[in-house]
């Protein structure tokens, strides 16, 4: 599976696990309908504890992205519209990860921003400008 783990990344597992679904729904490589793997196939898979899935999928159900009816495995639901306030919240969660893995990585703020505007461009379609050639960080 394309779910990826980082244990050093300061959030916990099972919503690293749940944000990954999510964000898998986001960009249609998960659709309405689809089924996603067993609580102990996906634990397996991960190398985690059944009880972090467990978490994981609990999250994502009561997000209302997902269902388990009872003995048939679990779905992907219709992509619910987020109220304004929880869209805020979830991407400043987002955010704020992303801040402490760049300053854990030693990336200034401005270096941070340039990589996050060359991905907008890259997401929003712009195939006519290449991202700049990496560059050493200086850090701090």
């Known amino acids: 599976m394309w779910i990826r783990i980082d244990a050093h990344s300061g959030v916990p597992i099972y919503l690293q696990v749940a944000r990954q ?7 249609g490589v998960l659709r309405p309908g689809d089924k996603l793997p067993g609580v102990r196939e996906l634990a397996i898979e991960l190398a985690v504890n059944p009880a972090t899935v467990v978490k994981a999928y609990d999250e994502l159900q009561r997000a209302g992205l997902i269902e388990q009816p009872r003995g048939r495995g679990t779905f992907v639901l219709e992509r619910p519209v987020l109220p304004e306030t929880e869209r ?53």
Do not use: Y
Not at 106 to 132: C, I, N, Y
């Open 88 to 140: 805020r919240l979830r991407v400043r969660s987002a955010l704020e990860s992303l801040a402490a893995e760049a300053d854990r990585l030693g990336f200034t703020p401005e270096e941070l921003l340039q990589a996050l505007q060359e991905v907008l461009r890259q997401r929003q379609g712009h195939p006519g400008e290449e991202p700049e050639e990496e560059k050493p960080h200086a850090g701090r």
């Open 21 to 27: 679904i999510e964000e898998a729904l986001t960009a």
